[in-house]
């Protein structure tokens, strides 16, 4: 079948970047085209906004990836040849024994490639850029992050339930003489959070400031579950668990498989909810689904696991990196149909408006 002539642009800037040592892979392309029939486009920066989005440059060559799309689609020309990238492959690989993992999919073999080659690069940027924002996080999550009731009791002598046994054990040593009767109430604790991160290709610009939150997270909150997703399922949960951010980071590379590939978020919500024992982590819990909605899969598989999701969460938040315009509003049809049952859609662009959501999660119901 050939290629409709109006997406020829497009489809060649594709290739225009892999000729200067972009990693693009096929998915990423047709997302970007995707992207483009959603904004309109209205000018050339609706292009400019959905390239950036889709096929995620490195950080470090924004500028490279600028002065290529100005002279493919505005005839500039490039003040310098594009310099090689610095992209090395991740030789980590770690056995994923005790790991839970379901096939939902196989990644291309171009993503493949270019999560070998884009991993490391990326991610030693972002770890540097989102320390300051990760270590205030740390310092006031134990006091900040949503609570509820617990179902074990402690001495509250501003209201609750009467103790009627310490009462008693009061009067016995005051001759029977009780002058303030004791009370007690529900302890307190912290309410279990649930982190799902979109790890495709879409997505490959802020995965690794996102897992660096995840693991802060897990280390200053109770009963956290973090959960990647792409055309696979994987829990990381184990792996962030160990103290050296950069070793469980890398021992996180090496568990999920699908890094920077396509994106099927109705079938790896459906995976989710299929497992009981995954379900009951979300159950009650604060569940934050950090992706930019792209889904490639079936829309109706998507919006039926949110919706069972919503019911299951004490609240259900969707972070997307393209809610950091202002201007933005969901526009593809499944993450349309998933708003009745989002308690918000916010900005998921980085570690600090992520960390900011779920500091003040606890006070937004």
Do not use: Y
Not at 17 to 28: E, T
Not at 87 to 105: L, P, S, W, Y
Not at 276 to 285: D, E, S, V
């Amino acid at each position: 079948m050939s290629l409709p002539r109006a997406a020829e642009p497009f489809v060649a800037f594709a290739a225009v970047l892999r000729g200067s040592d972009f990693p693009v892979s096929p998915d990423q392309t047709m997302a970007f085209l995707a992207g483009v029939g959603l904004l309109g486009p209205r000018s050339v920066e609706d292009i400019h906004r959905a390239a950036r989005a889709t096929l995620a440059p490195p950080p470090e060559r924004f500028a490279e990836f600028d002065a290529l799309f100005r002279a493919h689609f505005l005839g500039q020309a490039l003040a310098a040849p594009a310099s090689e990238g610095d992209d090395e492959e991740m030789a980590v690989r770690d056995q994923r024994d005790g790991t839970d993992e379901f096939d939902i999919g196989d990644p291309s073999e171009r993503g493949a490639e270019a999560t070998a080659t884009e991993t490391l690069s990326v991610r030693q940027f972002s770890a540097l850029t989102e320390a300051e924002a990760l270590a205030r996080f740390a310092r006031r999550a134990p006091a900040a992050l949503p609570r509820r009731l617990g179902r074990r009791l402690r001495p509250d002598w501003r209201g609750g339930r009467p103790d009627l046994g310490r009462a008693l054990r009061m009067a016995a040593r005051r001759d029977g003489e009780l002058i303030d009767l004791p009370r007690r109430w529900r302890r307190p604790r912290q309410r279990r959070i649930l982190l799902m991160i979109d790890i495709s290709g879409s997505m490959k610009s802020g995965t690794d400031a996102l897992l660096a939150l995840a693991h802060a997270t897990l280390h200053t909150g109770d009963r956290v579950e973090v959960f990647t997703f792409g055309t696979r399922l994987t829990r990381l949960t184990r792996a962030l668990r160990l103290n050296a951010r950069e070793q469980a980071l890398t021992k996180a590379a090496g568990l999920a498989p699908d890094w920077d590939g396509g994106t099927r978020i109705g079938d790896a919500l459906a995976a989710f909810l299929a497992v009981p024992r995954f379900a009951g982590f979300a159950r009650g819990a604060l569940v934050v689904v950090l992706s930019d909605g792209l889904e490639r899969g079936d829309p109706a598989t998507m919006v039926a696991a949110v919706e069972r999701l919503s019911r299951l969460a004490w609240r259900l938040d969707w972070l997307s990196p393209l809610a950091a315009d202002p201007a933005f509003r969901a526009e593809t049809g499944a993450l349309k149909a998933c708003l009745p049952f989002l308690d918000q859609l916010g900005d998921g662009s980085g570690a600090a408006p992520v960390a900011a959501h779920l500091l003040s999660a606890g006070a937004r119901r």
